[in-house]
Each structure stands twice: as C-alpha cells, then as structure tokens.
C-alpha cells in the first residue's frame, strides 16, 4: 500500500532528513522520497545481492515544473522495477549506460545535422569561383587579379543569393541573366571575359576527378555538366585590336615621355619601348636579381598561356636600357623590386596603364593622335616597325616572346638568339632615334602591319 502521498510531501522539514517509501511487490523496488531541508528528493530503490542501492530520480516539484511530480516518479520506478524483475540487477550500470547510449546517439545526431549543413553549403557558386581564382594564384597566373574583379563586381555583389546556391544546381538561365546585364551596360568585352571566366571554373571541376592538380575540394561540388557551355560565345566583343601609332604619333608620344618626371613609372613605359615591346605585367614583375649589367642582359618570366613552369625570356640590354637599369638598380631600396611605388610590391600594371592612357588623351587634344589608344597598342606598335625594319617573325617572336609554345620550340631550337635580338634591338634603337629627330617619312600600312621609313625609301 502507497505510503507516499502529497500531502506527505508537504510536510516541513524537522531538524533531520525523513524517508518515506512506497509500497510494492517484494524484491521489485519502490519508489522513495527523501524530505531535506532544501526540498525533496525522489529515488528508486532495490535490493542488488543484498545491498540496499538507490537510483535518483530527481527532485520532486507538486506541479511539475522543476521537478517530477508523483505520478510521474511512480510511472519511472514502475519502469525500474520492471527491469530489476526482469534480471537487470545492477540498474545504476544499466541506466548509466542508456545514458552514455543517448549522449552518443545526441552526438551523432548533432554531427549528423552539422555535416548536412556543411554540404548544404559545399560546392556554392561562391566557393566554386573562389577556389577556381586560388588555382589560378597557385599557378601564377597573371589574370587571376582580373578574373577575382570580374567575379565579385558582376557575380557575387549583383546576386549575393545565387552566390550561396550550389554550383551544380545554377541553371544556365542564371548565367544568361548576369552576362546579359553587362552587355547591356555596354560592356560587351567583360561579359565576353565573365562568360569565358565562368565556363573554365566549371570545367575546372568537372576535371577534378582526373586531374590531379586540380583544387581538390572540388571534387566533393558534384559539378558534372557545364551550364556556360550552351551559352554564346559573345565573339563579337573580342576582336582583336588593330590600333598602331603612326611615326607621327610615335614621335609625339616619346618626346611626351621626355617630359614627364623621371621616376618607376617613366622608366618603365620607357624601358618598354627600349626593349622592343616587352610585355608589361611581365617586366614590372622583375627583381634586381634578374638584371644583370656585366652580361647586359634582363631576364622576364613568362607565364603567359598554359605553362606550368614561366619560361625565362632572356633580352639583351643596350646602352640606353643598361644605363636605365643602372640608375633603378641604385636607387632601390633592399628588397624592393625594380618598379615599384611602394618600395615593397612590384607596380602593378594599371599604374601605366593609366599613364599611357592620360598621354593619348592629352595627344588627341594636341592633335598629335588621331584617336585614343591603349598600353597594349604600344606593343603592337613595336612588333609592326620592327617588321617594316626587315627583323623576320621569327626573330620578333623570339624578342616580345609570343608564338614558342610549340613542340620544335619546347624540346628541340635549344638556340638562344641573343646575337639575335641583339641585332634587332640595335635597329629598332636606331628607329627610335630617327623617329624622334623628325627623319623618318610617316606612312604606316596597316594592312601589312607595316611601317615605311627613311631607309626603305
């Protein structure tokens, strides 16, 4: 009979704790409570080979809001008496490892539900665009600042939300939409680079699976297809320029380069003429090491194009680029690169970028240009006077380093042209001269991409 009742439970506590018990079967256990000073307790307890041992229940609120009330303790220790009757004798080490069960079973659930929402985030557009841009780091390639721009400019600050969907579930409609909005902005070049940007991430992914210098991370996107592929090429906005300064155009932009204040950025446009074209980004990326006066020679590391390894493009220095060197090579600070405004990082590419371009402003203002041009357009315009000053293609390729990659180029002409370029240089140093001084007749034939001079006359 039920010994234990709330109106016991009431009861004040009288200078020591006081125990009452509820009835049961013999041998099956029963239900206990224990009056404190601070409250009550409640136990199940049992016999276990003649030992008295008790299981806490917990403490015993009327209400059952802090605590177990006495319906519900009675429904447990029916429970535990159910078990000791059934042979679980040792109920403390049966309930202790239910409980260690259920804080391993809580774990894997937890972990369970950690692990889904890392997947759910695994493989977004974000991380696909940012690991496709650290692989083009890793690999030096020169276009990773540009690619990094494009993505965050017309991708992840116009549409943050695409940017936290899986990659592999983009629909091509999406990519549609972000390219077509550049294009309508007028920016027929950048979405032509976006569309190609996107497309080689992709597939960057898709490769993962069998290349092994792929980011390996990528490999967990399940990117199988790639929706840029079934997007149009925006061909149209990547003609190649054409734009060559005339002799006109070029004597007024060397004698506008006589006038600026001698510092890197002067030094490098000129070092850039001087040198037949060289590319930029590869030439403001030189350290002192990779000068060297005694031999008159510069080394630049080509990473253009898939190379995995820059390929070291050695050119002869003469006297006015060997005195130009010099003069950095003095003025540097330790550690600094040979072109730089900071004193620590190499310059970057739109630092003359900039100025060429504020010097083809000022020219068409002058009159002295007939149109804008570009950085990239003074290259050209060294590959097309040097080809009217008879230098062969051959000869040119090897000097502004384009057109190698071939196999002959690769594993079999181990020649190193120096003798080469050193002959070609001292006939465009001589062009350059006689274009300054006015003695050089101004006819450019763009459809040969040939310029007749004085000597050809």
């Known amino acids: 009979m039920a010994t234990i009742t709330t109106t016991a439970l009431r009861g004040r506590w009288h200078g020591s704790d006081r125990w009452l018990t509820d009835g049961g079967a013999r041998g099956a256990g029963r239900l206990t409570a224990r009056i404190t000073r601070d409250g009550v307790l409640l136990y199940f307890q049992y016999f276990n080979a003649g030992k008295l041992e008790r299981v806490p229940l917990g403490p015993y609120d009327e209400a059952g809001d802090r605590g177990l009330s006495l319906l519900p303790a009675r429904k447990r220790a029916a429970e535990l008496a159910a078990l000791h009757r059934s042979g679980i004798t040792d109920l403390k080490g049966h309930i202790e490892r239910e409980r260690e069960a ?76 972000l390219i077509g909005k550049v294009v309508e902005a007028g920016h027929g070049r950048t979405a032509g680079k976006l569309r190609s940007y996107l497309r080689a991430a992709y597939q960057l992914a898709i490769e993962s699976k069998t290349d092994p210098d792929a980011p390996l991370t990528l490999r967990t996107y399940g990117i199988t297809l790639n929706p840029i592929a079934s997007i149009g090429a925006l061909s149209r906005y990547n003609r190649a320029r054409t734009r060559v300064l005339s002799v006109a155009e070029l004597k007024a932009f060397l004698l506008r380069l006589d006038t600026l204040e001698v510092g890197p950025q ?18 403001l990326r030189a350290r002192p090491a990779d000068v060297d006066l005694s031999a008159a020679t510069v080394t630049i590391y080509d990473k ?81 006077m040097l080809a009217s000053l008879g230098v062969s293609k051959d000869i040119r390729a090897q000097l502004q380093s384009h057109g190698l990659g071939g196999v002959q180029g690769r594993h079999y002409d181990r020649h190193d042209y120096m003798l080469e370029k050193r002959q070609a240089l001292e006939k465009w140093a001589r062009h350059l001269e006689r274009v300054k001084a006015g003695k050089t007749a101004d006819v450019v034939q763009l459809g040969r991409r040939r310029v007749r001079d004085e000597a050809h006359q």
């Open 266 to 283: 002067s030094d490098a446009l000129r070092l850039l003429l001087l040198l037949g074209g060289q590319r930029p980004a590869q030439l």
């Open 102 to 177: 259920a804080e391993r079973a809580r774990r894997a659930e937890e972990e369970t539900a950690r692990r889904a929402a890392e997947n759910a985030q695994r493989g977004t557009l974000r991380q696909l665009l940012d690991a496709y841009v650290a692989h083009l780091v890793r690999q030096g390639k020169q276009s990773a600042k540009d690619v990094r721009s494009i993505f965050t400019t017309h991708v992840l600050k116009v549409a943050p939300d695409l940017a936290g969907i899986k990659a592999a579930d983009v629909p091509a409609d999406e990519y549609v939409r």
């Open 304 to 384: 253009k194009g898939a190379r995995t390894e820059a390929r070291q493009h050695v050119v002869p220095l003469l006297k006015d680029s060997a005195a130009l060197l010099k003069r950095r090579l003095e003025s540097l600070a330790e550690g600094e690169p040979v072109f730089s405004t900071d004193t620590r990082a190499c310059m970057r590419l739109e630092t003359i970028s900039t100025l060429v371009s504020d010097i083809a402003g000022e020219m068409v203002k002058a009159q002295e240009a007939r149109e804008r041009f570009q950085l990239r357009d003074v290259r050209r315009t060294c590959e097309t």
